[in-house]
Structures are given as structure tokens and as C-alpha cells.
């Protein structure tokens, strides 16, 4: 009976599919346990084997917890909206539906052939309007929703209309915009509706505002910052500049407090929750208002450290400040202009990173010291970001060592308030000991005293007030884009209003191009069927508008981190076209048990979905404000790139060990043609199909008659051509020698290199586990009676897997496995008894093998919900020892003797045997030494 993995594993994958094998049920007398995958967003280049990994990890754990008796909830999805398909689009003029759907298709037969016990029943699309209508409803609720900071929550809109009717809105304690127009109740009654609308939107928590955000002229859309890698975008590598626009923003800011307090609830990795609370970035301090010189307006900063105001000798203001413009003196105009102009061109991360570079302009303005009421010059410069804080600080040069690199610059007098005191970094970071001087009311007194008396004095002048601020910015949600959800709004007057929920989902419309329009509007400005017909409450035709009933739809979409931010409760219900998800189902799944996924996703994903779960929990529509339990990171697989090297200026190539001390370029070749001893298959390289032509003149020089290539551990890029197809490994060594290969490779959390070579390893392994099963004449297992040492492997296998598996640490796992298998081997084990649950133990590993040798076993339906073999601890307590019996110091043979014999009884039996007679011949020995449990000496 040979092993036949390919046919085994298309049965197999067959069977589960029409049996749906692994469809969990939303109610169950078992125990339940949510185990979920971040979705993927399927791409044209399908799987790399490095995409599995966290996939393969989570699948382990979803097959113990079956065999453990839970009823296991394992969805998958797509993320299916994005830039990448409607870039495709514009290339092409293809749909992205339509490349999409290609591309999921690819995907699912990937993950198909793995052998993923996925609830297929449960597969969302984000690109689905039955999916999206959801996305469209929870963008309603947060429009209709405020935060009040009395109760700490959101609340519906219309609780605080109908305290703007009563009492006006002095008295409201909400997370609103800045600079509020008071008003009282009979004010609220006598304005009219648009200027309602107006007020209520600086108070919903998803709003229309102008805001600085990425702009990418190239792709013609906004971009979120981890959407931008050294100052371009990450598709395509674009310029990106900073721009004011009118977008749709959320206000996360209100959660900033209860995200960051959350993070001491759950169990997620160390690292990522270290990464949101940087994000999140809480500071204590003061906020302080300085008069400008000259003007009506003010600066207001924020600052951890108001007891150092005395040292304040500049102010630098963010160079997109609303104020630069309107204090700009003319005699400084255009130096501040060419750089507003330069730094737009800059990414606000790239500002953030960039400590080395000093640069600024003088706006001409002066500010006044509060206290001291000197003038103070106002700078612009591009380390102060608009969107952190006011977008201004007070400069201290003898306490920041940007603010002094600046100073220094620019020729900026510094006043040392901290004379004759250590302010060294490490002193003055001890904010214990920090003692300031030279001022009126600070003289003596440490940090906290000062930070007090300042912050007080601040008070009564009317000049600044104590503050908590908060790193983490409202999160801007729109984009300029085609392939997005559409929002579920119509404008009358200007003003956005809702589509009623009963008419969601509003549709995609059809667009001939997938560009901006010639004016700069949207793509969806291409739609000649957008508008919204407030009477018969469907989309019509533009031409239509007429203002009185029809209206236009908004244009922008929605960005890709909406449709994921609640996929995780949609799974538990996906069917349901009536609400978001049933009452029993949420009340049965209630939130993630595991969740694996990258951590590239920190401070994006991660955090928007922990906002949304929160607001969702505050409607009283989820139990949990925190939606996964645990996460885990799982690490990256990496490719081994190989290079070829061109000397500069020729079509010559030399080989790896010619290149010292010659000029040449290294340049990616595709791993494809480069055989294990790092040959180059220099013939295959030619006849390529996509880049043949550019070697075909090229002359390649060897070395002892062969080309050798270099390598290098790069991250898994097809712009490397290091990427190796699953299909290819699965096709030439089976999905269970993957799964265990890319579990082998090292610690979960761990980056690795991949090596094709060394999967070799666990196929042979399973060859030699099918061969303890069966042989060539067919199954040769039986009912024998297992041995001691039989039961000794499977238990100690019992044992080490179950801790490797909860501990998740599968690497470990693999090798037991490979223990146990060369251990029952060499007992010529045949017991059904060991070897059937040793398939249990294997079987969240390596499925496809486990269930056909559990089938050939005589055992019927599938092995997944079989219970996890039970530990006996018994048959690992040694009954016995194995005693070396030495003659005068020199080991002849052993002897098994029980471990509770006495001195004098082990001596007795060992002079009794008749292996000891033979070294003895007849001698009587002089001395017999015994130490139990370990030897025997015979002294003669």
C-alpha cells in the first residue's frame, strides 16, 4: 500500500468539502472556541509559501480544540476592496470585480489544497454589497452618535439635540471640535436647519472637516500613513505631498483613554500593545496661550513641561499652521512660502524619523511670554507636525535638544534658566530632581512643585489650564477612489444626510473610468447614475437633480481598513440580511478566543477595530468592548534571493567568485533557475519567457566551468523573484509535508529563511510514518498487546504535544513526532492500540495522512471531532532499571532489575546469572559493589 499523498489529499479535501466537515453551528451544548485569521486581501500573484504560516498555525489549534470536544468557530474571508484591483482597472479597463473575483478564486483553491478546516459557510467579501450594507449601517450609527464624557460613552445624537433645545450646549461635556460656538437653547431654537446641521456636525463621531492629509497626484487619492514608505506610496512608489481637503473623519480620539486603558485586558503580544500605547502617545501637561504681537489671534501649545516657560526664547509652528498665512510678515513671505511649498512634499512620518536634518524660516511674527511679556520670534519649522497636539511649540533650548539644535541654527539667543544646575539629558530627565531657577515664583522648587505652581499661575491669568493630550489623531475615511464601499450619503444644501438603513446597501455605481475626473473630483465623478431620489429612495440618473427631491450621492469611498474592522462579528453571523448579526449568535461566540495575524497591522487594523468594538459595545449591540481575547504574532517567512553580477558598463556577467575588487551590479534573478549548490541554469535563464531577451547577447563568465550565483535572506517579494508557489510544494511533496515544514522552520513569532531543500526532511518522515501503518503487501496493524515501551512513547508524545500545542510552540512539536515514529519503529510496534490515537495526536498537523490511515484502520466518518488522547502519567514512571554489570570496572552486559529491589537481592541475582557465571568461571569475587538504580561492579 503506497503513500499516495496527492490522492489522498484531493480524497480528503473532497470529503470535508461535501460533508462540511467543519461548520460550526451558532448554538451547541459544547463548549465554543473562535479561532480567527487575519482575512486576506487576494492579490494577482496568488499565495507565496509564506502566506500560510499564520494560517497553518491557527488551523493546528482549531483541530485540537475539535478533538478537545469545543465546538470551534474557523471563518475565512477576503479583504477584497483596494487600491491594488482598481489600479489593475486603470491599466487595463478591466472591472475590479472582475479581477477580483479571479483572484479570490485563485486563493481559495490555494487554501483549498493546504487542507484548512475552514467554515466555508461563513466566507465574507468586503467587496459584497450583502457585506458593505453592514459597513454603510455602522457609518450611520456613528453619524447619529456623540461622546459624552460625563457618562464615558457614545450616546445618540438625538439625547443631545434635545439638550441643545433645553439648555443650549454650555453645559455639554463631549469630545467635540475645537473652539465651539456657546450658544443657549433659545439660540438652538431660533437657528434654522442648515445651521443645526452645522453645529451638530462638530459633535457626531464621524464628521466632515478640512484636513491636512497624504496626497498622491499619481494615484489620485488620499493615503493613510502606513500606506507610505520613505515618503512615497507603497503602490507603486508615487510622490506623496501634504494637502488640505474636505474628507469624512472618525473620531477616534474620544476612545483614546479607553483604548489604551483596554490594552491591560487583554492578552495580546507585548510589542503591539507597547506600539498602540506610542501611538496612542498620552502626555500630561499644560495647555498655554501666548498673544501674538499685533493680532487678534493666539498661539495655543501643549507641553509635558510647564515649569520650563521661563526658558521659552522662540515659538515653531507647524508649516501648515492656519496662522502662518495671516502673521507672515511681507518681508517674509516668500522664504516662508518656498518652504510651506517643500516640506508638503514630505511625509509627516518622514518629518517624525528625520532628527538630523535642521530647517525653518522666520515668519517675522512675535509672540508674548505670558509672564515676562517679551516678544518671542515665531518660527515655522517641519519637525512640528499640524496634526499632533495644536500643531505649535514653545521652544526651550536649554531643555530639547531639537528645540537647542534649532536655536543654534538659526542663531536664536538661548537664555539658560538652569544655571550652575546639571541639566545633562540624563538630569533633566529625572524629573524628581530637576530644580528650576531663575524665575519669579519657581525659584528652588522640584518638577512637581513647579509643574503645579506654573500651571496655577497659568490659571489666573487666563493663559493656559492643566491637560492630558493625546498623540492618536481623528482618523481621516475618505478616499478618492473607485473601489471602496460607497458611503450612504446625499447632500442637501451642502449639508450630508443619511440614507435611511432599510434602503441600504447603496450600490457601486457603473463608471466608464477608473480615474479622477478632468475637474479633480473622485472617480465616482464619472458615474452618470449617482444621485439619490429622496422620494422613490433609489439612485438615479444626475441629470435628474433638481434639488428639491433629488440630490447628489457623496462622492469619496470609504478607506480598507472599513470593511475589516468588524468582520470578525459579521463571521458569526454572515447569512443575516436583517441586522449585523442575531442576538443568539453574539450571545453565543461573544468575541475572539485567538487571533493570529502580522504585526505589520498595529497601529492600522488593529486599532480601528478595537475603536469600532468599542462604539459597537457602548450601542449595546456587542458584550465585550474588546473583541479578541488573545493575539499573537506570527512571524514572516523569508526568501533566499539569488544574484547574478554584471560589471558596470558591459553585458558580461561574472560569476560569484570572480567579482573581488571588480566593479559590478548585482541584479535579482529568479530563484526558479538556480539549482541547490547555487548553480545558474544559464540556458533557462535565456529561454525565459519575460526577461530571456535582456541575457540573450549577455557573455557569462564561470568558475571551474560553472556559474555560481550569490544569495542573500531577503523578505518574500516577487520584485525579488524569490517567491516560492505552494502550488509547485504541495504538487511535488503533499500540503501535509508544507504544513509541517513551515511549523519545523522555527518558533511561531520568529522570522525565517524558507529552503525547498530542507522539506525533504518531514516528507521522508511521513513515508516512514506510513510505513508503520502499512507495507507493500498492505495494513500491518493489529491487535497486539502494546509493550511497556510502546505505551511509554505514546504517552510521552501525549504529553509533549498537548504542552507544545497550548504553548504554541509547533516547531517542537514536529520533532516529536519524528521521535516517536523512529522510536515505534524500532519496537516493530503493530498495536492498533498505540498507533491509532499516535494519528489523533498528528492529525491537526498533517490531516490529509491522519484521516486516511484512521479510514484504512476500519474507522468511520472523519477523524477531526475524535477526542485528544488522555495522558497517563503511569506509564512514564520507570518500574525498572537496566543495570550495567561491570567486572573490575569494565561493563560485560546489563541486566533489567526492578527498581524497588533491595542491595543485598540485586546482588543475589545478578551472581545468579548465568551471564555472571561465565565472567567468573568458577572465582569466587572479592567484593560486589552496589549502587541502586544505577550499577553493578563485580570486583574479582
Not at 257 to 275: A, F, N, P
Not at 346 to 367: L, N
Not at 467 to 492: C, H, M
Amino acid at each position: 500500500m503506497r503513500y499516495d499523498f496527492n490522492k489522498i489529499e484531493k480524497k480528503w479535501q473532497d470529503y470535508w468539502a461535501k460533508n462540511e466537515t467543519f461548520k460550526a453551528e451558532n448554538n451547541s451544548d459544547k463548549p465554543k472556541f473562535y479561532v480567527l485569521d487575519m482575512f486576506p486581501y487576494p492579490s494577482g500573484a496568488g499565495l507565496h509559501v509564506g502566506h500560510p504560516l499564520g494560517y497553518i498555525a491557527s488551523d493546528i489549534y482549531a483541530r485540537y480544540k475539535r478533538h478537545q470536544g469545543f465546538n470551534v468557530l474557523h471563518p475565512q474571508g477576503y479583504d477584497s476592496f483596494g487600491l491594488p484591483a482598481e489600479q489593475y482597472a486603470i491599466q487595463t479597463g478591466q472591472h475590479p470585480a472582475i479581477t477580483t473575483a479571479e483572484n479570490i478564486k485563485t486563493y481559495r483553491r490555494q487554501l483549498d489544497q493546504i487542507g484548512f478546516s475552514f467554515d466555508w459557510s461563513r466566507e465574507v467579501r468586503t467587496s459584497d454589497p450583502s457585506y458593505y450594507k453592514w459597513t454603510q449601517w455602522i457609518f450611520i450609527q456613528l453619524f447619529n452618535s456623540w461622546y459624552n464624557k460625563d457618562s464615558d460613552k457614545a450616546e445618540a445624537i438625538t439625547e443631545l439635540e434635545k439638550i441643545f433645545a433645553s439648555e443650549g450646549n454650555l453645559n455639554v461635556n463631549a469630545v467635540c471640535d475645537d473652539a465651539i460656538e456657546p450658544f443657549t437653547a433659545e439660540d438652538w431654537i431660533r437657528f434654522d436647519s442648515k445651521k443645526q446641521q452645522e453645529l451638530l456636525l462638530q459633535y457626531r463621531l464621524t464628521y466632515l472637516a478640512e484636513t491636512e492629509v497624504n496626497w498622491c497626484p499619481a494615484l489620485g487619492t488620499v493615503l493613510a500613513n502606513d500606506e507610505i514608505v520613505n515618503g512615497v506610496s507603497e503602490r507603486g512608489g508615487h510622490p506623496v505631498i501634504r494637502k488640505k481637503m474636505t474628507q469624512w473623519s472618525m473620531r477616534i480620539s474620544a476612545y483614546a483613554e479607553r483604548l489604551l486603558q483596554g490594552l491591560d485586558t487583554i492578552d495580546w503580544t507585548d510589542s503591539l500593545k507597547e506600539s498602540q500605547r506610542n501611538w496612542i502617545g498620552k502626555s500630561v501637561g499644560a495647555a498655554v496661550t501666548f498673544n501674538i504681537v499685533g493680532h487678534n489671534e493666539v498661539i495655543d501649545v501643549f507641553t509635558t513641561r510647564p515649569d520650563t516657560i521661563f526658558g521659552v526664547s522662540f515659538m515653531t509652528l507647524a508649516p501648515e499652521h492656519e496662522l502662518v498665512a495671516q502673521i507672515t510678515t511681507p518681508e517674509q513671505k516668500a522664504e516662508v512660502d518656498a518652504y510651506v511649498l517643500a516640506t508638503a512634499k514630505r511625509s509627516e512620518r518622514d518629518r517624525m524619523a528625520d532628527v538630523k536634518t535642521i530647517s525653518g524660516a522666520f515668519t517675522g511674527a512675535y509672540a508674548e511670554h505670558p509672564f515676562t511679556k517679551e516678544p518671542i520670534p515665531v518660527w515655522i519649522g517641519d519637525y512640528v507636525l499640524a496634526g499632533y497636539g495644536t500643531g505649535a511649540v514653545m521652544s526651550v533650548p536649554c531643555g530639547d535638544q531639537r528645540d537647542y539644535d534649532f536655536a543654534k541654527h538659526f542663531n536664536i539667543p538661548i537664555p539658560n534658566i538652569f544655571e550652575g544646575i546639571d541639566i545633562s539629558e540624563e538630569a533633566f530627565a529625572d524629573k524628581e530632581k530637576t530644580v528650576i531657577a531663575n524665575s519669579d515664583f519657581l525659584n528652588g522648587m522640584n518638577y512637581k512643585k513647579a509643574t503645579k505652581r506654573a500651571i496655577y499661575e497659568l490659571e489666573q491669568m487666563g493663559q493656559g489650564e492643566g491637560k492630558t493630550n493625546y498623540r492618536l489623531r481623528d482618523a481621516v475615511f475618505s478616499r478618492q477612489r473607485y473601489w471602496g464601499e460607497p458611503f450612504p450619503v446625499y447632500y442637501i444644501d451642502g449639508m450630508p444626510q443619511m440614507i435611511a438603513t432599510e434602503h441600504l446597501p447603496i450600490e457601486l455605481p457603473e463608471v466608464e473610468k477608473y480615474l479622477p475626473t478632468e475637474t479633480g473630483e473622485p472617480p465616482l465623478g464619472n458615474a452618470t447614475k449617482w444621485a439619490w431620489c429622496t422620494e422613490t429612495n433609489t439612485v438615479v440618473n444626475n441629470d435628474k437633480i433638481d434639488g428639491k427631491a433629488i440630490f447628489p450621492l457623496e462622492l469619496n469611498t470609504m478607506p480598507g481598513w472599513a470593511g475589516s474592522s468588524q468582520y470578525f462579528n459579521r463571521y458569526m453571523d454572515p447569512q443575516n440580511d436583517k441586522e449585523i448579526f442575531s442576538k443568539e449568535a453574539i450571545n453565543y461566540w461573544q468575541q475572539v478566543d485567538l487571533y493570529i495575524g502580522g504585526s505589520e497591522h498595529a497601529t492600522g487594523h488593529l486599532l480601528y477595530s478595537r475603536f469600532w468594538q468599542k462604539f459597537m459595545f457602548d450601542l449595546g449591540l456587542v458584550p465585550h468592548d474588546e473583541y479578541a481575547k488573545k493575539l499573537i504574532n506570527q512571524g514572516m517567512i523569508l526568501g533566499t534571493s539569488a544574484f547574478i553580477y554584471r560589471e558596470e558598463g558591459t553585458q558580461t556577467y561574472l560569476s560569484l567568485g570572480l567579482i573581488e575588487g571588480k566593479k559590478v551590479q548585482p541584479i535579482h534573478v529568479k530563484v526558479k533557475y538556480v539549482i541547490a549548490s547555487d548553480e545558474l541554469d544559464i540556458e533557462g535563464l535565456k529561454a525565459d519567457a519575460e526577461f530571456g531577451e535582456d541575457y540573450a547577447d549577455a557573455k557569462f563568465v564561470l568558475e571551474n566551468g560553472v556559474y555560481k550565483v550569490g544569495r542573500d535572506v531577503e523578505k518574500m517579494s516577487k520584485s525579488k523573484y524569490n517567491v516560492v508557489n505552494p502550488d509547485d510544494i504541495v504538487s511535488d511533496y503533499g500540503a501535509d509535508s508544507l504544513r509541517l515544514y513551515e511549523m519545523f522552520l522555527g518558533p511561531l513569532e520568529q522570522y525565517k529563511p524558507w529552503n525547498t531543500a530542507g522539506i525533504t526532511g518531514v516528507h521522508s518522515f511521513l513515508k516512514k510514518l506510513w510505513k508503520l501503518y502499512a507495507d507493500d503487501n498492505g495494513l500491518k496493524v493489529n491487535d497486539a498487546e502494546p509493550t511497556k515501551d510502546n505505551l511509554k512513547t505514546l504517552h510521552k508524545t501525549i504529553k509533549k504535544v498537548q504542552e507544545d500545542i497550548e504553548n504554541f510552540s509547533f516547531n517542537t512539536s514536529v520533532s516529536t513526532f519524528m521521535i516517536a515514529a523512529n522510536e515505534l519503529t524500532a519496537q516493530k510496534c503493530t498495536s492498533k492500540a498505540i498507533l491509532e490515537p499516535l494519528l489523533v495526536l498528528i492529525s491537526p498537523y498533517a490531516p490529509h495522512i491522519a484521516e486516511e490511515l484512521w479510514s484504512q484502520l476500519g474507522n468511520n466518518g472523519s477523524i477531526a471531532t475524535v477526542p485528544f488522547p488522555e495522558f497517563d502519567a503511569s506509564h512514564l514512571v520507570e518500574s525498572s532499571k537496566n543495570y550495567p554489570i561491570s567486572f573490575n570496572g569494565k561493563m560485560r552486559f546489563t541486566l533489567e532489575l526492578p527498581l524497588d529491589m533491595s542491595k543485598e537481592d540485586i546482588e543475589k541475582t545478578v551472581l545468579a546469572n548465568e551471564k555472571t557465571q561465565e565472567q567468573l568461571a568458577g572465582r569466587t569475587p572479592k567484593k560486589v559493589i552496589v549502587v541502586p538504580g544505577k550499577i553493578v561492579n563485580i570486583v574479582g
